[in-house]
């Protein structure tokens, strides 16, 4: 077969330009993932046969203004409202599939909220001082952390937690995970192992809080890290510190101003308005239900459209490269980076899973029980819209009683 016939290349070119990568980017992913249809090689004038072939194009001018508002203003009705011009015409174009250029995405957000995008605008943030960080090459050093700003107050309001894990040196994030709560270690290493499962890389060194919650993930990581045999002492790899040292901290303020703050306004809502009680077991079990999946769904939207797929630009005195993340963690080798994770196999990782003793693979937040009584009203919680998500609260809450307060 040729590759003018293969669908999964053309699917993959109008991903790749979907995510704004230049051609020479996605050379490299052309000549790794469908080399043999070139043995082994492509060229730019190919690589542009094949657009052309598949009618793949960068943007398309034929794309209706309407659509592009519809798109635009559906976005800014959910958490897309959060985001800057550049963010939201990445969403536009991989999300809705609409290749259009930037400037028509901004113009559709200044005729649906133009006070909100001139907020939004940089200049007119205050400028913190960046902390440097220093890495010599993808899967050198993961950064990991737990983030609670939509708990809220003591982090004990809302039962909505994060867990993350990003690659140092490209800023790639790895894993994102929403659950009620980021403090079990069972759990957490067994977000660890599933990543570990799926991708088969373990990184030189991890960067983490030294907190109860850590014990178990730091005990895997450990455990594998003694199995590569270059170390005399794996521990040497775990580098403990506070989150402010961490990498992935910064990236949270990132995640909160441009996603989360749109939640929290709902949430805060129900709140005041006397609907979810945060000493109430029954209201926090309706929340998770409804809401897990909702954050989990628009987190890993937010890291796949908005952040992976961006370009970071050059930044001086910066020492860690630009370009797009997902690129970057791909082919390190042409940013001066090197390769430093290690490769296992399945079998270290399950002997790890038995000695690390985590939560099983399906494990849930609320009771079976609860779970058949919830669906029988919203079956599909993961597919309920973000801009519902108060409606599907407030729908439960009316329908599902409190077992204590039925005759």
Same mark, same amino acid.
């Given at each position: 077969?040729?590759?003018?016939?293969?669908?999964?290349?053309?699917?993959?070119?109008?991903?790749?330009?979907?995510?704004?990568?230049?051609?020479?980017?996605?050379? *490299?992913?052309?000549?790794?993932?469908?080399?043999?249809?070139?043995?082994?090689?492509?060229?730019?004038?190919?690589?542009?046969?094949?657009?052309?072939?598949?009618?793949?194009?960068?943007?398309?001018?034929?794309?209706?203004?309407?659509? /592009?508002?519809?798109? &635009?203003?559906?976005?800014?009705?959910?958490?897309?409202?959060?985001?800057?011009?550049?963010?939201?015409?990445?969403?536009?174009?991989? &999300?809705?599939?609409?290749?259009?250029?930037?400037?028509? @995405?901004?113009?559709?957000?200044?005729? @649906?909220?133009?006070?909100?995008? !001139?907020?939004?605008?940089?200049?007119?943030?205050? $400028? $913190?001082?960046?902390?440097?960080?220093?890495?010599?090459?993808?899967?050198?050093?993961?950064?990991?952390?737990?983030?609670? $700003?939509?708990?809220?107050?003591?982090?004990?309001?809302?039962?909505?937690?994060?867990?993350?894990?990003?690659?140092?040196?490209?800023?790639?994030?790895?894993?994102?995970?929403?659950?009620?709560?980021?403090?079990?270690?069972?759990?957490?290493?067994?977000?660890?192992?599933?990543?570990?499962?799926?991708?088969?890389?373990?990184?030189?060194?991890?960067?983490?809080?030294?907190?109860?919650?850590?014990? !178990?993930?730091?005990?895997?990581?450990?455990?594998?890290?003694?199995?590569? #045999?270059?170390?005399?002492?794996?521990? *040497?790899?775990? @580098?403990?510190?506070?989150?402010?040292?961490?990498?992935?901290?910064?990236?949270?303020?990132?995640?909160?101003?441009?996603?989360? $703050?749109?939640?929290?306004?709902?949430?805060?809502?129900?709140?005041?308005?006397?609907?979810?009680?945060?000493? /109430?077991?029954?209201?926090?079990?309706?929340?998770?239900?409804?809401?897990?999946?909702? &954050?989990?769904?628009?987190?890993?939207?937010?890291?796949?459209? &908005?952040?992976?797929?961006?370009?970071?630009?050059?930044?001086?005195?910066?020492?860690?490269?630009? #370009? =797009?993340?997902?690129?970057?963690?791909?082919?390190?080798?042409?940013?001066?980076?090197?390769?430093?994770?290690?490769?296992?196999?399945?079998?270290? =990782?399950?002997?790890?899973?038995?000695?690390?003793?985590?939560?099983?693979?399906? /494990?849930?937040?609320?009771?079976?029980?609860?779970? !058949?009584?919830?669906?029988?009203?919203?079956?599909?919680?993961?597919? @309920?819209?973000?801009?519902?998500?108060?409606?599907?609260?407030?729908?439960?809450?009316?329908?599902?009683?409190?077992?204590?307060?039925?005759?």
């Amino acid at each position: 077969m040729s590759w003018k016939d293969d669908d999964l290349l053309k699917e993959q070119l109008k991903h790749y330009v979907s995510q704004n990568m230049h051609r020479k980017e996605i050379i *490299d992913f052309v000549i790794r993932d469908f080399g043999h249809h070139l043995d082994g090689c492509c060229s730019m004038s190919t690589l542009d046969r094949m657009l052309r072939h598949f009618g793949v194009r960068y943007i398309d001018y034929s794309v209706s203004e309407k659509d /592009v508002a519809d798109a &635009v203003a559906y976005e800014m009705q959910g958490p897309g409202q959060r985001l800057g011009y550049r963010a939201l015409t990445g969403k536009v174009r991989q &999300v809705h599939g609409l290749r259009v250029p930037r400037d028509l @995405v901004y113009a559709a957000m200044t005729n @649906v909220d133009h006070e909100a995008l !001139k907020k939004r605008r940089p200049c007119l943030k205050r $400028k $913190k001082r960046d902390k440097k960080f220093i890495s010599i090459g993808v899967n050198s050093f993961f950064s990991i952390d737990g983030h609670d $700003k939509l708990m809220s107050y003591q982090n004990s309001t809302f039962p909505l937690a994060i867990y993350g894990m990003m690659d140092q040196a490209s800023r790639k994030m790895l894993l994102l995970k929403c659950w009620p709560s980021n403090s079990d270690p069972r759990l957490i290493g067994r977000w660890y192992i599933d990543w570990l499962n799926e991708n088969n890389v373990l990184a030189a060194n991890i960067r983490l809080d030294k907190g109860t919650e850590t014990g !178990k993930f730091a005990s895997i990581h450990a455990f594998l890290r003694d199995k590569i #045999g270059d170390l005399d002492n794996p521990i *040497d790899s775990i @580098v403990y510190g506070p989150s402010t040292s961490n990498q992935i901290e910064r990236w949270w303020r990132e995640l909160h101003d441009r996603l989360e $703050k749109y939640f929290k306004i709902g949430l805060l809502e129900l709140l005041h308005q006397g609907h979810y009680s945060p000493h /109430v077991k029954h209201d926090r079990d309706i929340l998770s239900f409804v809401m897990v999946p909702i &954050v989990q769904r628009e987190i890993n939207v937010f890291k796949d459209t &908005v952040w992976n797929s961006h370009r970071i630009r050059y930044q001086k005195n910066c020492l860690l490269p630009n #370009g =797009i993340p997902n690129h970057i963690y791909a082919f390190p080798e042409k940013y001066g980076l090197k390769e430093c994770g290690y490769r296992i196999d399945n079998t270290d =990782i399950s002997e790890a899973t038995a000695l690390a003793d985590v939560h099983p693979k399906n /494990v849930d937040y609320i009771s079976q029980d609860l779970r !058949k009584k919830f669906e029988e009203h919203i079956p599909f919680p993961n597919d @309920v819209p973000s801009i519902h998500f108060k409606t599907a609260y407030m729908l439960l809450k009316r329908n599902v009683m409190e077992p204590s307060l039925q005759i």
